[in-house]
């Protein structure tokens, strides 16, 4: 089992739709959380961290669950633009010295 | 430049060559990482390293993979004896830890070709 799970999709969805992405993580350690995002033939880049309280950053809000090992991602009123691969990443040990695992990332396709 | 920067580029080799790809992180970055990216996966965990230790390499696939960072700064992967499930895009990361607040800065990539 992968440490880091997500669904691959594709998610095809129309401008203005909201969609989610889940992921789950097998270490229970784990000490911080994040989402990235890749473009075709990019690098990724954070898109954003997942606190405990859940967070917010305009149409993207992410949540974390510590006791079911789940994160995800809420992305409303979706943009062409927003069409990308997005990686769920966990951070495994402490916040100074951990290693980030990228799950197989869950690729979103946003149509007119 | 102020971003990491991976060289080359792209790279073709033969079945059985050697191949040295090369990682200039963030100046003041730490923490550097190396993975490895095959097509529609998501990046693989390698190796990584604090200044120029080399706290893990559980991710290296085999022997003929080889990393270093002798000062702490510039970063080579090494692979030996190439194959051609070697082919990847081999990305760099340098890290920005502070407190909690952890930020991966990626390379652009080299992508590797084993014919």
């Known amino acids: 089992r992968k440490e880091v799970e997500q669904d691959p999709g594709p998610f095809n969805v129309p401008e203005g739709a909201t969609v989610a992405f889940n992921c789950t993580y097998s270490n229970s350690a784990s000490q911080s959380f994040f989402w990235y995002r890749q473009d075709c033939r990019k690098e990724p880049k954070l898109l954003m961290s997942v606190y405990s309280s859940g967070n917010e950053d305009g149409r993207f809000t992410a949540q974390l669950n510590r006791a079911s090992q789940y994160i995800s991602l809420l992305i409303r009123d979706s943009k062409l633009s927003d069409s990308a691969t997005y990686l769920c990443?966990?951070?495994?040990?402490?916040?100074?010295?951990?290693?980030?695992?990228f799950g197989q990332g869950t690729t979103l396709q946003v149509k007119p | 430049g102020a971003g990491v920067s991976q060289s080359p580029r792209y790279k073709v080799a033969k079945r059985g060559q050697d191949v040295a790809l090369r990682c200039d992180p963030i100046?003041?970055?730490?923490?550097l990482f190396w993975y490895q990216q095959a097509l529609g996966q998501g990046p693989e965990f390698l190796t990584y390293f604090q200044n120029e230790a080399q706290l893990d390499k559980s991710g290296l696939p085999s022997d003929r993979f080889f990393a270093e960072r002798p000062e702490g700064s510039v970063s080579t992967l090494k692979i030996q004896r190439t194959q051609q499930e070697d082919s990847a895009v081999y990305l760099c990361?340098?890290?920005?830890?502070?407190?909690?607040?952890?930020?991966?800065?990626f390379g652009q990539g080299t992508r590797l070709t084993v014919v």
């Open positions: 100046s003041g970055h730490v923490s």
């Open positions: 990361a340098s890290l920005r830890r502070e407190g909690p607040n952890t930020e991966a800065f």
């Open positions: 990443v966990v951070n495994k040990g402490s916040s100074n010295t951990g290693k980030l695992i």
